[in-house]
């Protein structure tokens, strides 16, 4: 069965410093990748997708960006972070071809931008 | 936006059924009706689908609505470990999730 993977669980970074979260998946070959952003209390907002290497999908515009240089890893990054940034970012993804039509998520890293 | 509509907060008592409701008025004849719960610090996990007719799992049950605006989310006997914010979602596909703020779930001993 497959595993995701997140890197760091926790974070802490000042304002204007840059930023590379990663999501690695085990178990699966060629899935749908997503990268979503949860604040405080909030739903979780979808941020990028991707359904193949080098194929990225931005749903909001903001300062984050995000690349997938191999089948099974999806960064997100940032040049300068901003206050806003602050979040619990989860990494989810979609195996093709599983009856069951589900995402799977990560266990999300809590980044702290102050 | 989300396009369905829960109850920002319910309560129930530990062993006893739980019916967490949701409205989906706009719900189109391909929507599907996803359920996600998400434990306190943890990403949110699939808990049940449907589309017309009622569905039943190891989970819980979901009864739907015969107009299919509105569904129910049934967890048959609450357990402390049920305690999570629930998120009711319609969308074509597992492809596009819209999480709105969901309903926290508490259960009380």
């Known amino acids: 069965s497959q595993t995701i993977h997140q890197w760091p669980a926790t974070l802490v970074q000042p304002v204007g410093s840059p930023l590379s979260l990663e999501c690695t998946v085990e178990?699966?070959?060629?899935?749908?990748l997503y990268w979503y952003r949860q604040a405080a209390g909030r739903g979780l907002q979808l941020l990028f997708y991707?359904?193949?290497?080098?194929?990225i999908s931005s749903e909001v515009p903001q300062n984050l960006s995000a690349s997938r240089p191999q089948d099974r890893q999806f960064i997100l990054s940032s040049k300068k972070l901003l206050l806003s940034d602050s979040g619990f970012y989860l990494c989810?993804?979609?195996?093709?071809?599983?009856?069951?039509?589900?995402?799977?998520f990560g266990p999300g890293t809590r980044l702290t931008v102050l | 936006d989300a396009k369905t509509t829960q109850p920002n907060s319910m309560e129930s008592n530990e062993e006893e059924p739980v019916h967490l409701p949701c409205n989906h008025s706009?719900?189109?004849?391909?929507?599907?009706i996803h359920w996600y719960r998400q434990l306190p610090s943890q990403g949110p996990e699939y808990v049940i689908h449907?589309?017309?007719s009622n569905v039943n799992n190891r989970m819980a049950s979901l009864a739907i609505a015969e107009d299919r605006k509105s569904s129910t989310l049934i967890l048959h006997r609450a357990t402390l470990r049920d305690a999570a914010v629930y998120y009711c979602?319609?969308?074509?596909?597992?492809?596009?999730?819209?999480f709105g703020s969901g309903t926290q779930l508490t259960v009380l001993p």
């Open positions: 991707s359904v193949g290497i080098g194929q």
């Open positions: 178990g699966t070959s060629n899935p749908n």
């Open positions: 449907g589309l017309t």
């Open positions: 706009t719900i189109s004849g391909t929507d599907y």
């Open positions: 989810a993804c979609i195996i093709p071809g599983l009856a069951r039509n589900e995402q799977f």
């Open positions: 979602i319609q969308s074509g596909s597992a492809r596009q999730l819209t």
